[in-house]
Each structure stands twice: as structure tokens, then as C-alpha cells.
DNA sequence: CAAACGATTTTCT
DNA sequence: GAAAATCGTTTGG
């Protein structure tokens, strides 16, 4: 089943990055399916949080749709060539978001090697977050879209993660956050091959 | 209006 | 292990 919105509009974003795990991501683009189980997630923690973009309830043209009702995608480019997909949750007028970072592939596996210039199926593939958005076809122009559309969902299909595989640590990439790179916003299944490794990852 | 920089990945040494 | 690639957003003059 397809996740209603009423599971992205709750207010504690951490709770929700930690069900994400298990959870399928779905991109249907042009007809054509791609689609992984999520096994990495990081939460962003709007204004209170200076990892955050909308830290400070900093409010441009960018983070505007963080402060949106939650079910929607919230898609930015990072150092110019990367996409990061991240899912706004809360609601209106409350910046928070989980940042998808990695998922391991299910369908589309062909569609997704070709858009990565791949021809062999390895976790880097989708272990990542930039080189997840590209082997799924997401694009910034895709910020703001509804995960209740057509083109991208996040399905329920039963997977139950045990707790004991599910991880808890510290961010990756944001070390400029001072203390707030210290808190366990990070959640990962243990042993999945497609967790990405990460800079920051110790 | 100009300048600096980043929630990263890949490739080369 | 280190460095480059590359551009929209943010910040300062």
C-alpha cells in the first residue's frame, strides 16, 4: 500500500526517518518503474537544527517547501551536480524533513543501471544519496512534488525490520553543524551492503 | 551585482 | 588518500 499522507504529517520527524527503513521507494517516470527498499535515513530537524537548511526558521526561495504540509518531496542540488531526495513531514509551517540517503534496488534494475552509465549491479549503485537520485531519475524540478502522485510514492509492502538492525548514529557530511552533528538523526539497517559508507562515517 | 560554498561522488595517484 | 567536478543559493558590498 501506498504510504497516506497521514504518516508524513506527524510531528516527530525522527520517529518517522526510523519507520522509513523498510519502507519502498517508487519513481515512475514516463511509465517507467524504478523502485528500492530504503535501508538509510537521516532527519532534519527544521529550525531547531543547524544541520538543517531552514535552521533559524530560515525561510528563501529554496526551503520553501519544507514549510509545507508534509507528504511532499523536497529535492536540492548539492555541489552542483548531485540531487538529494528528502521526504518534507510535520505540518505546515514546521520545516522538518528525512533525507533519504540509500536504498537497495528492486525493480528497474536495468532503467536504473543505464541512468547510472552502469552494466554491472554493485551497491553503489543506489548506496548514496546523489548516486540514489540519479539511478531513480529524480531531478530538483521534481522539489514540491506530492508523494501521493503519480510519479513518486513510498509503498508499505510488509517488510518488518527487527529492531536489533536498525542502527542509530550520527550524521554524515555535516560537521559544520558544531553539537548538533552529534545527534543520532542517522538510521541505517546493520549489515545492508547498499548503507552508504559516508565521509563523516565512523 | 560579485563571491563563496556545500546534507557528494568519482577518479586518479 | 586526495582532489576535482560544477552551479544554484546564500551572503556581503
Known amino acids: 500500500m501506498v504510504l497516506p499522507e497521514s504518516f508524513y504529517t506527524r510531528k516527530n520527524v525522527v520517529k518517522i526517518a526510523r519507520e522509513l527503513l523498510g519502507k519502498v521507494l517508487v519513481t515512475e517516470f514516463d511509465g517507467v518503474l524504478t523502485s528500492g527498499m530504503i535501508v538509510e535515513t537521516e532527519a532534519y530537524a527544521g529550525a531547531t537544527d543547524k544541520a538543517s537548511h531552514a535552521y533559524g526558521s530560515r525561510?528563501?526561495?529554496?526551503?520553501?517547501?519544507?514549510?509545507?504540509?508534509?507528504?511532499?518531496?523536497?529535492?536540492?542540488?548539492?555541489?552542483?551536480l548531485h540531487h538529494l531526495f528528502n521526504v518534507v513531514t510535520d505540518f505546515k509551517d514546521t520545516p522538518h524533513a528525512?533525507?533519504?540517503?540509500?536504498?537497495?534496488?528492486?525493480?528497474?534494475?536495468?532503467?536504473?543501471?543505464e541512468r547510472r552509465g552502469k552494466d554491472k549491479l554493485t551497491p553503489s549503485l543506489t548506496a548514496g544519496p546523489g548516486a540514489m537520485s540519479m539511478a531513480l531519475g529524480i531531478h530538483t524540478?521534481?522539489?514540491?512534488?506530492?508523494l501521493q502522485g503519480p510519479d513518486i510514492r513510498i509503498e508499505d509492502r510488509g517488510i518488518k525490520v527487527p529492531n536489533k538492525d536498525i542502527v542509530a548514529a550520527t550524521r554524515v557530511g555535516v560537521a559544520y553543524a558544531l553539537d548538533d552533528a552529534l545527534r543520532p538523526y542517522r538510521f541505517f539497517i546493520k549489515g545492508n551492503k547498499y548503507v552508504s559508507k559516508g565521509k563523516g562515517c565512523k
Open 141 to 146: 524540478s521534481q522539489t514540491g512534488a506530492s
Open 59 to 80: 525561510r528563501t526561495k529554496r526551503t520553501e517547501v519544507m514549510y509545507m504540509h508534509g507528504g511532499i518531496a523536497y529535492v536540492y542540488l548539492v555541489y552542483g
Open 98 to 113: 528525512v533525507l533519504v540517503r540509500a536504498i537497495e534496488p528492486i525493480e528497474g534494475i536495468e532503467t536504473m543501471l
